[in-house]
């Protein structure tokens, strides 16, 4: 993916550029009218030819714990899967909103749409989480610590989110310290399938959505565009009259697939156009960027032997440009060229084994304040993952993964995994450990901006154990999951006081405790309807050696709970908290450390199926009006509310 990012004088109307709109809303038009008239093929026996894309059984298997498909019952480490549905009932407008509900992830946002949250798993770093896009890493590789951005992901694309906790180096490299989060967005088949929405609500937010999605035996598309515009609101700690911190981002996206079960070919690109303003350092001001991203993605595919023996060759690409004008004007242009050559063994029914290599170009060039920065890095790895199944009980996965840097040289990680069904009582039991490395960003080795870089920085290290026990009733009603963990980090990447240039000398202790459960209460068909419920609580437990307290901003206690009420089968509303303890935090003033208060944040959503094909929608976000910083310095929105309607001509013309 590659993300671009224009350095501009805003203009008062802090809008996208015309021309730039323009032009991508056409050619997202042009697309889906070729997709629209593109033949409609009728389903029959052919369709067995490649596999079902976004069919009731993929929905049920995941592929982010061992990078092939597997039943969820039968992965052995710390899962959580988000589907479509889920998206919808929550009404949730951003991929943040979503994650703020899965247990063991604590989301910090940093003011409005736009900013950049950052999200601790278990307690590891923001920067230490992989985000992936259909299998694309899709961090700024220019960024001061390869952040990535999000806001950026169009919520209405997705089909299931699956999160996967603890270290992950064997199967991803670097930046999978503290796990994976990893974005699948919707395939289909048949008759075209357009979907198309439009929002609006308070802080001047105007979302609109389009969408297409078909397709045939032997091939799928899918294309999207999504434009959110939002005037903002001040987000620093003291309000001034007349600032706003707007946002507006122009998403497009399209996927092709072509071909049969022995060959094919997947493609995909993903486009972003974003202008963020916020305040610098929580004060009122001027402060702009503007971004762009593309990210792209060739896979050829071949399947030998009767499915004994697949594999995929991909080349993904990343482009990132960022323009700012905090602290300065500044221009940093991010590069990320992958190559990924899978395969996957099944020499037994039982037994699956997955090797691979990989070739990894990080390149960034940059200017700030009149500095001029081009540096690349370039990476190698082999990789494998042994799978076995026994008993049609125990699931066992064990791999391991070299991988040499061309600056720090080699490392070599492993891991290991055990998923045990106890049959008829609906009970698993789990374990995984493993450990993993990160690599300094090229930003902290090189960017002299702040005189904070070092070229003499050394991996951060992690080792991470969970163990854990989930049941499931055998009418699917009910369900619980509870689990606990642990995590050593060595050779931290901190910027120390006096000078702040980073240096490796923090280690960080995590332990804590992950539990979920959800319930259908009431069936639909009782005199008040169907209601759901669902609980996620977090224990979190953090130290830092070195400065022998706790790590910032992150809470010891975490809950998020919602229920849904559907009392005749058009209507759902739904309810939602979510409160944070108290936690450590930087002043923005005089940068001591304080304890920030805790919060609870209250939403109510409420969904109607006005007719087949037509649903009208409405939520209230902070109903309570909670006045709450989640970083010191940085205001969130009080009450606010939206509403919007979304037409699904799949329901209107059926196929």
Known sequence: MSLALAVRLPSPSFRLRSTRVRSLATFAAALAACAAFAPRTAAADDDAELPPVGSPDAERMVVTATRTPLALPRVGSALTVIDAEELELQQDALLV??????????????????T?????????????????????????????NRETQLDHVAVEDIERIEVLRGPQSVLYGSDAIGGVIHVITKRERGAPHVRASVEGGSFGTNVETASVR?????????ASLTRTDVTGFSIATTDVAGDRDGYERLALSNQLGFGGDALGIDLGFRYVDADVEIDSGGSPGSSYADARQFVGRVAPRASLFDGAWEQTLAWSVNHARRDSLAFGRSRFTGRLHEVDWQHTLRPLEALAIVVGAEWEREMMAGTSSGNALRVDVDAYSAYGDLQLSLLDAVDLAAGARVYHHEIFGTEVVGRGSAAVRIPDTGFKLRISAGNGFKAPTLGQLYDDTFGTNNPALEPERAVGADAGIAWRSADDRFGADVGVFANWIDDLIVGAAPTFVNANVAEARTRGVEASADAVLLERGSALGLLRARIDYT???????????????RPAHEVSFSATWSPIERVDVTASVRWLDDRLDFSPVTFAIIEANDYAVVDVMVRFAATGWLDV???????????????????????????????????????
């Open 214 to 222: 078909g397709g045939g035996p032997r091939h799928y598309y899918a």
């Open 617 to 655: 929608y409405a939520r209230v976000e902070n109903a309570a009006d909670e006045d709450y910083e989640a970083i010191a310095g940085f205001r969130q929105p009080g009450v606010a509310a939206y509403a919007g309607v979304r037409i699904d001509l799949e329901r209107l013309w059926p196929r």
């Open 539 to 553: 224990y979190l437990y953090t130290r830092d050696r070195l400065a022998q307290r706790r790590l910032l901003r």
């Open 97 to 114: 909103d979503a994650l703020e509900r899965v247990p063991g992830l604590t989301v910090v946002r940093q003011g409005g749409p736009g």
């Open 116 to 144: 950049i949250p950052s999200v601790f798993i278990r307690g590891a770093n923001s920067n230490q989480t992989l985000l992936l896009v259909d299998g694309v890493k899709l961090h700024d590789a220019a960024g001061p």
